[in-house]
Every structure is written in structure tokens, then in C-alpha cells.
């Protein structure tokens, strides 16, 4: 991230984001933009039940998996946070997480809501971030104008979505996605600023005035 040396103190854990909001907000593009400018950030593929849409890849972009398997990785405790979406169930693999943030490295989970507030209990020190749309009218022609859903799913989708956006008082940031770039600026500057509260430097700082004092 930087060469500062109290940046880039080997001790450091990685920040964990938490990137949520409603179907068709465009959250994975912006992940795929960020992934692609934020080199250092990693991204937490999760698992779902769901099938593939075209062009999605497995590994990639999810870990397909049956409701059988899905059900044991729940019953093994494989999964940080597991919830059911649409009538599919999505989970983020736990020992993935832990160890790239352990690793120095931030981590960044694309999920809903249900999931996102589970993570809040186990990682309150993570950042929370809602895209939100420009208007409900803008999100419902991005769900239907990606032309891989049902009329009923959209409906359950738009649904889905008025319930989201009433969750946004449990995240930290929210942010408009009115154009891609500049949301991807708004979450980069989040981040160097989260990179930069005082709580990560005063460890540091006291062992090195103890050093100095002895
Ligand atoms: P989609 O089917 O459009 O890829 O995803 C549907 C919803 O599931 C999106 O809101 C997406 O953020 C969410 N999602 C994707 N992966 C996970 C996950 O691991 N856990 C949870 N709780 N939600 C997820």
C-alpha cells in the first residue's frame, strides 16, 4: 500500500470491508473496478446454491456448489456467515478470510445484508459500506436491463432491495453509485483514511517511545 514505515509494519492485520446493497446496485462491477485498481485489496469468493449465469465462472466469481454440499460446508463451519437469498443460499468460506487478513492484507466481502450484520458481530472493527442506488427507478431498469431474470424474480429482487436500503442505519458509509469510477474513488479514499486512524498506529508508537525511554 505504501512504503510508510508505520504502514507497512509487518504485524498489521488487514481491514476487513464489507461491501453490501440491493441487487442491480452494480456492486460487482464495482468490485471487479476496484479489484483491478486496488491491487493489494482481496476479494472473498463466496459459495452459492445458485446456477452459474452465463460468463460466471466457478472459483472466479463463486464457488458453485449443490444445496448438499452447501448444507456441509454450514454443518462443518466452514462458512464466517451463511444466509438464504431468492431462494438461494450464499456464504463467504471462513478460513480464506481469516487468513489473508491475518496476512496483512484487506479483505473485501461482497454480500447482503443478512450476512453483512452477522460479520458485524464477529468483526465490529470492519468497515461497513452501502452502495445505494441513484433512484429505485434506476435500480429496477439495471435489473431488468441485465436480462437474466424472471418477471417474478425481479419483483422478489425489487422487494429484496426496499428491505435492504432500510438496513443502511447498521453500515458505516453509504455511497451513491451513479458512476462506477467515482464510487471506486469514494471507497479508496475511505480506505487510506481507515488505513490512517490513530487506533492502528498507537501500538506502534508506544512500543517505540518505550524503546526509546529504556
Ligand atoms: P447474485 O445472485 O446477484 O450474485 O447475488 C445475490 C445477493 O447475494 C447479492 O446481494 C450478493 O451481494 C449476495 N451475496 C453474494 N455472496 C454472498 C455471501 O457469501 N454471503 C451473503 N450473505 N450474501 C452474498
Not at 468490485?31 to 445458485?50: G, H, I, K, N, Q
Not at 429484496?160 to 438496513?167: F, T
Not at 471506486?184 to 524503546?211: G, Q, S, T, V, Y
Request: aromatic share 8%.
Amino acid at each position: 500500500m505504501s512504503n510508510n514505515k508505520w504502514l507497512s509494519n509487518e504485524e498489521d492485520k488487514g481491514i476487513l470491508i464489507v461491501l453490501s446493497g440491493p441487487s442491480g446496485v452494480g456492486k460487482g462491477t464495482v468490485c471487479t473496478a476496484l479489484r483491478s485498481r486496488a491491487r493489494e485489496l482481496v476479494y472473498s469468493v463466496s459459495a452459492t446454491t445458485r446456477a452459474p449465469r452465463e460468463g460466471e465462472v466457478d472459483g472466479l466469481n463463486y464457488f458453485f456448489k449443490t444445496r448438499e454440499q452447501f448444507l456441509a460446508m454450514i454443518e462443518q463451519d466452514e462458512l464466517l456467515e451463511w444466509a438464504e437469498y431468492v431462494g438461494n443460499y450464499y456464504g463467504t468460506p471462513k478460513e480464506f478470510v481469516k487468513q489473508t487478513l491475518d496476512g496483512g492484507k484487506d479483505v473485501i466481502l461482497e454480500i447482503e445484508v443478512q450476512g453483512a450484520l452477522k460479520v458485524r458481530d464477529q468483526f465490529p472493527e470492519g468497515i461497513f459500506i452501502f452502495l445505494l442506488p441513484p433512484s429505485l427507478d434506476e435500480l429496477e431498469n439495471r435489473i431488468v436491463n441485465r436480462g437474466t431474470e424472471s418477471d417474478e424474480t425481479i419483483r422478489q429482487r425489487m422487494e429484496a432491495a426496499l428491505y435492504e436500503i432500510n438496513l443502511l442505519e447498521h453500515y458505516d458509509y453509504a455511497i451513491v453509485n451513479d458512476q462506477v469510477e467515482a464510487a471506486c474513488n469514494r471507497i479508496e479514499a475511505i480506505l487510506l483514511a481507515e488505513h490512517c486512524k490513530r487506533d492502528r498506529f498507537l501500538p506502534k508508537i508506544k512500543k517505540w517511545i518505550e524503546e526509546v525511554s529504556e
